[in-house]
């Protein structure tokens, strides 16, 4: 039997679940959804896997706390779930390597650097330069189920914007779990910008939610263990509603799309 299909018998025997945490970005949604469509009905490389798209809607007027959402995901499917991928809702994959792997994969190389944001000020375009992959877990990521349950999730202490991937990050490295890199391309989608105020002259500052954030960050991990008194052990959510919006049996494996609304 040959190397690739061994793989693609692998892939068959594996479940995945790409969680699309988001709020308030309709026009990133109908883009994302039709997109994802095409995309797993027509790829090539990831066509022997069982997919379940999970679009994860924060029902609540509380800030957004992706980390949470991400963690909701998981938790509604861990009985079915063998990895999960946390894919921002403004990020196309293109081409990516959905294979499942027994270690955290950062999925996107090309496409999250020089993300295009809309700042809050009119008239005024901003693009951040994102650092190199080596210091990021963000974008598209893989987290085998294992692995997810061992470093406890996400935290669900990071409100608004930023820090719940630089926590994951921590979490894997205090573990000493290797985190590995795909050569995905993906396409960003401009988005409403929530982690920069936008001053006179176009000249921009850190927003309350990022250094409020970096506070909470600093003084988590000054204890390696925090990890273990914050993600899925106690969190606790409510399902508003779950609505199946798509499903297709292809290349003898499942595709499904569902959106997810859920209140904490």
């Known amino acids: 039997m040959n190397i690739e299909l061994t793989d693609q018998i692998k892939n068959l025997e594996k479940n995945l679940v790409i969680t699309v945490p988001y709020r308030d970005r309709e026009f990133q949604y109908k883009i994302f959804l039709n997109h994802i469509k095409n995309y797993f009905n027509d790829d090539k490389l990831d066509k022997f896997i069982n997919v379940k798209v999970c679009f994860l809607e924060q029902n609540n007027d509380k800030p957004f706390n992706l980390g949470s959402l991400n963690n909701a995901a ?47 000020k009119k008239d005024c375009k901003l693009v951040v330069k994102a650092p190199g992959i080596e210091k990021i877990f963000l974008g598209s990521v893989l987290l085998p189920k294992e692995v997810f349950k061992k470093v406890n999730g996400y935290s669900n202490s990071y409100w608004g914007w930023g820090f719940e991937d630089t926590d994951m990050r921590n979490r894997l490295l205090k573990n000493n779990i290797e985190i590995k890199y795909r050569n995905g391309i993906y ?19 850190l927003s309350k939610y990022h250094i ?13 263990n925090n990890f273990l008194q914050d993600g ?33």
């Not at 989608?189 to 006179?200: A, F, K, R, S, T």
């Open 232 to 264: 899925i052990n106690n969190f606790k959510f409510e399902v508003d509603s779950d609505v199946e919006i798509y499903k297709n049996n292809r290349f003898n494996s499942i595709f499904e799309i569902r959106h997810i609304k859920v209140n904490f």
């Open 187 to 205: 396409q960003p989608l401009i988005h409403d910008n929530l982690g920069y105020d936008v001053g006179e002259n176009n000249n921009f500052s």
């Open 212 to 224: 409020d954030n970096k506070k909470i960050f600093d003084e988590k991990w000054q204890d390696k």
């Open 74 to 120: 998981y938790i509604i499917n861990e009985n079915y779930l063998d990895y999960i991928v946390v894919n921002n809702v403004d990020f196309l994959p293109l081409m990516s390597d959905y294979s499942f792997s027994e270690f955290p994969t950062l999925l996107i190389k090309h496409g999250f650097n020089n993300l295009p944001m809309k700042p809050s």
